[in-house]
């Protein structure tokens, strides 16, 4: 019986089809294993795949690039469970991770008080200066009121995530998680690994950090 009952992966091609002739990344997104999309490259193919599967929630367009990712993984994954409907309150959290905080957003915001002549800090990019956005963002848009949590880990650990995950379900309330993995460098550089947990991990947290290593490796 599997662990991981839905997920979610967005990951850079390898090979000779990783970039396009201009030099951007090419991306692969799959869902519970599936091919949503073959290849795109990463500068567009957040925008696609909102206009395509979403196109409801404007405020995408203002979200940094890590919330983007994010949000729109969250947004198939979701739409794979075929639950959105359900009313889930304090009985759904949020717990992600990654090994670069908020550095997309970070370096936008630092380039907006560099030049102390005009300097002039961007509250508009200040908001997304804390990883923790991104659960909010999740939790907001789908009414869960439970855990919400974001982990930085020096790096990808399927072993401390499995052991956050776990203790996350101490909470007698939490009966399933929204989690995985959204590193974000750039606006053309992320990665993503985002999958649905239900109660039934408790106990079992080597098992599922080797599920995870082997949705990594798919």
């Given at each position: ?32 294993g ?13 925008t ?34 075929d ?10 959290g ?6 670069t ?12 008080i560099?030049?102390?002549e005009?300097?002039?800090?961007s ?37 401390t ?16 998680l ?5 590193d ?6 992320y ?8 109660r039934d991990?408790?106990?079992?947290s ?6 995870i ?6």
């Open positions: 019986m599997s662990l991981v009952k839905h997920y979610v992966r967005i990951n850079q091609l390898v090979g000779s089809r990783s970039l396009t002739a201009s030099g951007v990344r090419n991306y692969r997104v799959t869902i519970d599936k091919t949503l999309v073959e290849t795109a490259p990463a500068d567009t193919l957040l696609e795949l909102y206009k395509t599967h979403v196109g409801d929630y404007s405020k995408f367009y203002k979200m940094d690039p890590l919330c983007r990712v994010g949000f729109m993984a969250s947004e198939l994954l979701l739409t794979a469970e639950c959105r409907q359900k009313q889930w309150g304090e009985s759904r949020v717990v992600l991770f990654n090994a905080s908020s550095l997309a957003d970070d370096r936008n915001y630092q380039a907006t560099d030049d102390s005009t300097a002039f800090p509250p508009s990019l200040f908001v997304y200066t804390l990883p923790n956005v991104l659960t909010g963002e999740i939790a907001i848009r789908n009414h869960y009121y439970g855990e919400t949590n974001f982990v930085v880990l020096p790096e990808f650990d399927s072993n995530m499995s052991a956050i995950i776990e203790m996350t379900f101490c909470d007698k309330y939490l009966q399933s929204v989690t995985g993995w959204v974000c460098y750039d606006e053309t550089n990665n993503v690994l985002m999958f649905i947990v239900e991990v408790t106990g079992h080597t098992e599922l950090s080797q599920e290593k082997i949705l990594t490796e798919k």
